[in-house]
């Protein structure tokens, strides 16, 4: 269920390295799937940047708020800004339709310290 | 000390398991949160219809010539006064008016009665009703929570699901109506109650019948529903939660539930301080509040105005019915009008809002 072509990070986010270079991201199913129904996302402005690990916005479900953590660091170049109207994106598409970010990565050698799908997997079943 | 070891399990712990329900530790029960989605299982008992185990309530059964009389000494509203075969929604004060649960009363014959406190409350109110009875009085107290199952069937369509298990006359039953009857050839206390404001009833049933009643109920098309959309539902009926929304800390009239009580009565322990609540007013007073900016309000988020704090968001939620995002909470009762503006801080985010008038959500009656 967690796309082979994706990375991974322990606070549930995945990214995908486009071809020019650029990094989309968003939360995993696992995550979607603990929140429960998403009604509201916060998103950082185009421009900001990013830090690794630091928080970067908020999701919030009918039941709790939780923050979201940027997996690397860079620019925000694009946001889905769909998510605002349509939070429930995010449960019905986290790999897709319910895409975060677009950033410009400040430093690629990051992407080494996220996790692939099957070292996802095992760190999920670790967890349990 | 391993909590989940004294977490009590209700007669449908298996059936939810083995339906999918997310399972959470609920005022010492472990209790399906939900199955599906909180969303889909509210909109289902706004549509049509959803079930809802809320056997973890208590179940405190009152015999005896006295047992009217003693739960007048400590129910809001006059228990001499209910019909056999009628529920009545009651609070239970301390004698300082504080508040110590809700109630439901059953009046299932002259002299019987079942009342359903909360289950968190359960022991208290015991405690409570039992301070007052004196070894005169002929009644007979006996907590029978885990004799009974309870199942909420609650929705627009909960009437014609449940019309061909049982004899008894739905369309002649009113509202907070209760007859003892059949439900699958099960004996059952059947009430037309609720905490969802929509349509529906309460099932009271002996234990070991509990799953297959479940079933029944599913197999005519109700859809499970978990405390979560429970929580949703009764937030955006106006429906108050004890714990969250009101407390001993809180007075009825300060919680906007003074037409429950009557503290005129003979003999009843609130009825000095609920009186001099009613007479000398109070400073504070519940309201509910739709959000103007984005941002959901939760349980314990600052109502300010300007830069000062005025109150306490007590519930707060996304409304999946109205789409918006609504709450409850105490202001001054400056801030009490309809249309007062007030703000939120939603995590350091100052979020304006606006006081309404209670319920959010009241469903179409027909005739």
Redesign the interface.
């Known amino acids: 269920m967690n796309p082979p072509e994706l990375r991974y990070s322990k606070e549930h986010e995945w990214l995908r390295v486009e071809s020019d270079g650029t990094a989309v991201l968003g939360i995993t199913d696992f995550a979607a799937e603990s929140l429960g129904d998403v009604v509201f996302v916060e998103l950082p402005d185009v421009g900001s940047e990013l830090g690794q690990s630091e928080k970067m916005g908020e999701i919030e479900s009918v039941k709790a708020v939780s923050d979201l953590y940027s997996p690397v660091a860079g620019r925000v170049i694009e946001r889905n800004e769909r998510l605002i109207d349509n939070p429930e994106l995010v449960n019905s598409g986290p790999f897709d339709s319910g895409w975060m970010l677009k950033v410009e990565l400040s430093d690629a050698s990051q992407l080494d310290q996220l996790m692939s799908a099957e070292e996802y997997e095992s760190f999920l079943e670790s967890q349990e | 000390m391993t909590v989940s070891d004294e977490l009590r399990r209700t007669p449908l712990f298996e059936t939810h398991v083995s339906l999918g329900g997310r399972m959470v530790p609920f005022a010492g029960w472990e209790m399906p949160?939900?199955y599906s989605?909180?969303?889909e299982e509210a909109r289902a008992v706004r549509s049509k219809a959803g079930l809802f185990d809320v056997s973890h309530m208590g179940r405190v059964d009152f015999r005896g010539a006295d047992a009217a009389s003693v739960l007048d000494r400590s129910l809001s509203v006059s228990v001499p006064g209910l019909r056999i075969g009628r529920a009545r929604y009651n609070i239970i004060c301390d004698e300082a008016g504080g508040i110590i649960d809700d109630c439901i009363v059953y009046r299932r014959d002259e002299q019987r009665f079942l009342l359903i406190p909360n289950s968190a409350n359960t022991g208290a109110v015991l405690e409570w009703v039992s301070r007052w009875v004196s070894s005169a009085d002929d009644v007979q107290i006996d907590e029978v929570t885990t004799d009974l199952a309870m199942i909420a069937h609650q929705g627009p369509e909960a009437a014609s699901m449940l019309s061909d298990l049982t004899p008894a006359d739905i369309a002649s039953m009113r509202p907070f109506a209760a007859v003892e009857t059949e439900v699958g050839g099960v004996p059952t206390l059947l009430a037309r109650t609720g905490y969802t404001g929509e349509d529906g009833f309460e099932l009271i049933l002996p234990s070991d019948a509990a799953p297959d009643i479940w079933r029944a109920l599913m197999d005519r098309g109700a859809v499970p529903c978990g405390l979560?959309a429970r929580d949703?539902l009764r937030l955006e009926a106006g429906l108050l939660l004890h714990g969250n929304d009101m407390d001993r800390s809180t007075n009825p009239y300060e919680a906007g539930l003074e037409r429950f009580v009557n503290p005129d009565r003979e003999g009843y322990t609130a009825g000095e301080a609920l009186r001099r609540a009613r007479d000398d007013g109070v400073s504070r007073r519940m309201v509910g509040f739709n959000m103007v900016g984005?941002?959901?309000a939760?349980h314990g988020y600052a109502i300010t105005h300007g830069s000062e704090q005025i109150g306490e968001v007590t519930s707060g939620?996304?409304s999946p019915t109205l789409d918006r995002s609504i709450g409850l909470g105490y202001v001054p009762t400056g801030f009490s009008a309809e249309g007062s503006r007030v703000q939120i801080d939603v995590?350091g985010r100052s979020v304006e809002a606006e006081v309404t008038a209670l319920p959010f959500y009241s469903r179409k009656r027909s005739a």
């Open positions: 949160i939900q989605s909180i969303l979560g949703v984005r941002g959901i939760r939620s996304h995590r």
